[in-house]
Structure formats: structure tokens, C-alpha cells
């Protein structure tokens, strides 16, 4: 089992960068694919971006291909999101999610553990 822990949300105007983190406990980190989603108010849950377990392999959602960047870090167990551009339809609640599986998925119920998540806020 892994605990996921959010950090480094906060208020940007439009334009701006944020870089968010994702801590997580146990020794198997690098055994989960790692993924960030987002929701927005009065919006599902959407995938943001994911990252393999080696991270050879990242995958985005269209709207913030060329903008945000997926990175992980084996070693100190830490999964980043780099966001750049910021636009203020990226307002949303980021959650991070680990899978167990080998595939990078876009699905929601795909993903076995969650983090409470951090709020990010741009203002145009």
C-alpha cells in the first residue's frame, strides 16, 4: 500500500508557473505508474498526465500538452508537476494517483491510490 501527499499548489496569475509534488511512503514507489488528475468546481474528475515506472513513457490530456511536464523521482519517492502557461481553465483541485499496473491509463477507477490533493488557483 502507498500514502500519497500533494504539495505546492497556491494562487497564480495566468501566465505563471507552478511546480507541484507528489510525497510517497513505502519502498515499491518505482513498482507504480503515477498519474496527476484534476477537478474543477462543478466538473468530473479529469486525467491531467501520466508517468511510467521507469519514467520512459509520460502521456498528457491535449489541453496541456506543450505546457505541463510529468517527472518523477525514484530515489525520494517523488512524482512532479511542472505547470507552465497557466491558464485560468487549469483552476482546479491537482490530485496525484499511483496504479499498480504496467499501463499508462487515463481512468479514474484504473488507479489504486489517491492523494487528498492541492489547490490551484489562476487568476486572470
Known amino acids: 500500500q502507498v500514502q500519497l501527499v500533494e504539495s505546492g499548489g497556491g494562487l497564480v496569475q495566468a501566465g505563471g508557473s507552478l511546480r507541484l509534488s507528489c510525497a510517497a511512503s513505502?519502498?515499491?514507489?518505482?513498482?507504480?505508474?503515477m498519474a496527476w488528475f484534476r477537478r474543477a468546481p462543478g466538473k468530473e474528475r479529469e486525467f491531467v498526465a501520466a508517468i511510467s515506472r521507469s519514467s520512459t513513457t509520460t502521456y498528457y490530456t491535449d489541453s496541456v500538452k506543450g505546457r505541463f511536464t510529468i517527472s518523477r523521482d525514484n530515489a525520494k519517492n517523488l512524482v512532479y508537476l511542472q505547470m507552465n502557461s497557466l491558464k485560468p481553465e487549469d483552476t482546479a483541485v491537482y490530485l496525484c494517483?499511483?496504479?499498480?499496473?504496467?499501463?499508462?491509463?487515463?481512468?479514474?477507477?484504473?488507479?489504486?491510490?489517491w492523494g487528498q490533493g492541492t489547490q490551484v488557483t489562476v487568476s486572470s
Open positions: 494517483a499511483a496504479d499498480v499496473s504496467f499501463t499508462l491509463r487515463t481512468m479514474e477507477y484504473s488507479y489504486d491510490y
Open positions: 513505502g519502498r515499491t514507489f518505482s513498482s507504480y505508474v
